[in-house]
């Protein structure tokens, strides 16, 4: 059975990819608040228009591997050709994406409830810039945001020690 992906988007305008089984599968996350935005953690998620993903498995080149799809304009036109990955290709970038998101993750520095308070005092100057993470409240990241301080929350399951 494939999978549907869709193209999502969070109120705050965050534009990513969702593999369900179903749409039914979809709906289903939606309603029970499952999906989150994996930039801003918001569970308010509309679906966008995309272009459909083809099965193409079927055309092979003289290799026996599938052929990349490629859509080429004329030359005159200055545009050149693009490939579209295979889902293998896909999930292979996934897996190491968040693979390196979590090697991230394990090197920062956890200072908790201090978190909105560390971050000021790096932008500051006070301290020296490190990776940090922690928790926030809703107001506080809602004040770092409105002082320039760039934060972003970590979706739960990207963070190995609060799976512990």
Known sequence: MGLKVFDLQCDNG???EGW???????????????????VCD?????????????????LKNESGSSAPVTSQESSSSGS??????????????????LHKFRDILRKSDDVGVRFADEARRMHNG???????????TPDEYAELAEEGIAVMPIPEF???????
């Open 158 to 164: 990207l963070d190995d020690d609060r799976l512990q």
């Open 42 to 58: 918001s569970a308010e998620l509309n679906k966008k228009l995309s272009a459909p993903r083809l099965n193409i498995s079927h």
């Open 14 to 16: 965050h534009i990513f």
């Open 126 to 136: 006070e301290v020296e810039e490190r990776s940090i993470r922690g928790s926030a």
């Open 20 to 38: 369900f089984k179903s749409h039914e599968n979809y709906e289903e996350q939606r309603g029970s608040g499952l999906l989150r935005c994996p």
């Open 80 to 97: 050149a050709a693009v490939a579209a990955p295979g889902s293998a290709d896909l999930a292979k970038l996934q897996a190491e994406m």
